[in-house]
């Protein structure tokens, strides 16, 4: 089977579109692919956090992917942090990374836009994140449009190490699913959908009550118009909303535009809304199960001793072709 690497960071309640372009394809991939899904605790800290704040979202971000239906006995789930060898092997990577081409990251630049200090673990990310992914000798990467640039980095370092200490690293492919790949903000659909945005109006988190979700919904953004068609170039809010209530209902567009003819945007919110109600209402009650249960450390755990057995000796191979010392 290949291998399948990917992560969620704890920097902001998960929303419906990681569900949806994310965690979803997640539960796909692991009936036939070895995957290793991570909370990347470790890059949450290259901006400031609350310390109280971030181990709580550490625990809620991990409790929902189980909740989401990422099963423990299939895939192993673990706390980027639990596993050494990222970071070490992160070191490793800076080494291999070029100041220019840590500067041209599309992350970076926006992260340290206007800001007097930046964290030097800001600028390094990318190399922390190769690590991440180098260290399993991942096949598969699933990542959204946005992140294709960390990838194209993790394949030169791979390569760049390849060529001088011999051909060790897989070079990995980036997985993007055709559908579901990018939910846009519920306030500006020209705005991927994000746990980050400062307008907690913009995104449907995925543990929100049912009536936090009717009135998100009920203010989203549409246009002047009254006709629920699908149309991106011209109707992108209108289209985004579609593209939601398609993946919540079943419903295929054509079958969404011909319900709603001459209906307007209020009965179509309306429906919306009681169908991502149900979609995320499954979910909430396993979340409320595990994090009541105390069975989320035993299920981290597990998951750390996969990722360790898997990660462990690829770093010892590393680093004996680099030059180190290894312990007996």
């Not at 600028?123 to 922390?128: D, E, H, N, T």
């Not at 960390?150 to 997985?175: C, K, M, S, V, W």
């Not at 959908?193 to 307008?199: A, R, V």
């Amino acid at each position: 089977m290949k291998r399948v690497l990917s992560g969620i960071q704890p920097s902001g309640q998960l929303t419906l579109g990681n569900y949806i372009g994310a965690l979803q394809n997640f539960v796909k991939l692991q009936d036939d692919h070895e995957c290793f899904f991570m909370v990347v605790d470790l890059h949450a800290i290259t901006v400031p956090q609350d310390p109280a704040a971030l181990r709580e979202q550490i625990e809620s971000v991990a409790a929902l992917f189980i909740a989401s239906g990422i099963n423990p006995d299939k895939s192993a789930l673990f706390l980027q942090s639990h596993v050494t060898a990222h970071a070490e092997l992160g070191w490793l990577m800076t080494t291999l990374a070029y100041m220019g081409e840590l500067e041209r990251m599309t992350q970076f630049k926006e992260k340290s836009a206007g800001k007097e200090s930046i964290g030097a673990g800001l600028f390094v990310y990318p190399a922390l994140m190769a690590a991440d992914i180098l260290v399993y000798n991942a096949d598969l990467v699933p990542v959204g449009d946005d992140q294709k640039q960390h990838l194209e980095i993790t394949r030169d370092l791979a390569q760049r190490f390849n060529q001088r200490y011999g051909d060790l690293f897989t070079l990995p492919e980036p997985y993007i699913p055709k559908v579901g790949a990018r939910i846009m903000s519920l306030d500006d659909a020209s705005k991927k959908m994000s746990k980050s945005n400062p307008n907690p109006g913009s995104f449907i988190a995925m543990l929100d009550e049912p009536d936090v979700i009717r009135k998100k919904l009920s203010r989203a953004v549409t246009d002047s118009g009254r006709e629920v068609k699908y149309d991106p170039q011209s109707k992108p809010e209108v289209s985004n909303l579609m593209s939601i209530y398609t993946y919540c209902s079943g419903l295929s567009i054509g079958e969404i535009e011909a319900k709603y003819e001459g209906q307007g945007y209020g009965a179509f919110k309306k429906d919306l809304a009681e169908h991502v109600v149900a979609t995320l209402e499954p979910i909430q009650k396993r979340y409320k199960e595990i994090r009541e249960s105390g069975e989320l450390a035993s299920f981290l755990r597990k998951g750390a001793e996969r990722a360790n057995a898997a990660a462990e000796p690829l770093l010892r191979e590393v680093k004996r072709r680099m030059g180190f010392v290894l312990p007996e």
